[in-house]
T-cell receptor
Framework: ELKVEQNPLFLSMQEGKNYTIYCNYS?????LYWYRQDPGKSLESLFV???NGAVKQEGRLMASLDTKARLSTLHITAAVHDLSATYFC???????????WGAGTKLIIKP | GAVVSQHPSWVICKSGTSVKIECRSL??????MFWYRQFPKQSLMLMAT?????????EQGVEKDKFLINHASLTLSTLTVTSAHPEDSSFYIC??????????????FGPGTRLTVL
């Protein structure tokens, strides 16, 4: 059974700083997703990581996947206030198309 | 990216009444849609997987007679909360699975429906 754990669950940081959110998963997942959710809103797809060593970047966010370590990371570079949101990672079970969700990381970036 | 719409965005109803929520994929066909609920400050909880032309698959603990799902076409799935009670108040989010042009499927999420049962 696939389980997904995110760390940390809550993060408050100053603008301009760097930080990494970690996503560990328990068994083989054929792909790993990162989503962003703003308060009261639905989810926005950020990245889909398909293979070992995959790295994707969009602005100040960079996601990577290490399938051997069963670890994905979301790295924030020089954080800005607009990145404040809750970030979810999710593993994927191809057998039934379900996403298995992490608990989410609430990120607050202070000016 | 692909667009998924939900209607209504917010509904307040009296206890005992039924509420229908629609989920539409606007620019792609979705044989599979998913219904989630989310309580404040919690992650998403999958309620059911909706398959076009067949019965939905419900997760353990979700009452199929209370949460009726109909996926009548490749672009529309509906969730009906029957005899709603205050404990059903939640944020309901649907997603639609886009198979992807290059074989990389992605779930696109609707904007969510906030249900408040008085």
């Amino acid at each position: 059974e696939l389980k997904v754990e995110q760390n940390p669950l809550f993060l408050s940081m100053q603008e301009g700083k760097n930080y990494t959110i970690y996503c560990n998963y328990s068994t083989t997942s054929d792909r790993l997703y990162w989503y962003r959710q703003d308060p009261g809103k639905s989810l926005e797809s950020l990245f889909v990581l398909l293979s070992n060593g995959a790295v994707k970047q969009e602005g100040r966010l960079m996601a990577s996947l290490d399938t051997k370590a069963r670890l994905s990371t979301l790295h924030i570079t020089a954080a800005v206030h607009d990145l404040s949101a809750t970030y979810f990672c999710a593993g994927h079970m191809d057998s039934n198309y379900q996403l298995i969700w992490g608990a989410g990381t609430k990120l607050i970036i202070k000016p | 990216g692909a667009v998924v719409s939900q209607h209504p965005s917010w509904v307040i109803c009296k206890s005992g009444t039924s509420v229908k929520i629609e989920c539409r994929s606007l620019d792609f066909q979705a044989t599979t849609m998913f219904w989630y609920r989310q309580f404040p400050k919690q992650s998403l909880m999958l309620m059911a997987t909706s398959n076009e032309g067949s019965k939905a698959t419900y997760e353990q603990g979700v009452e199929k007679d209370k949460f009726l799902i109909n996926h009548a076409s490749l672009t529309l799935s509906t969730l009906t909360v029957t005899s709603a009670h205050p404990e059903d108040s939640s944020f309901y989010i649907c997603s639609a699975r886009d198979p992807g042009a290059l074989g990389v499927p992605t779930q696109y999420f609707g904007p969510g429906t906030r249900l408040t049962v008085l």
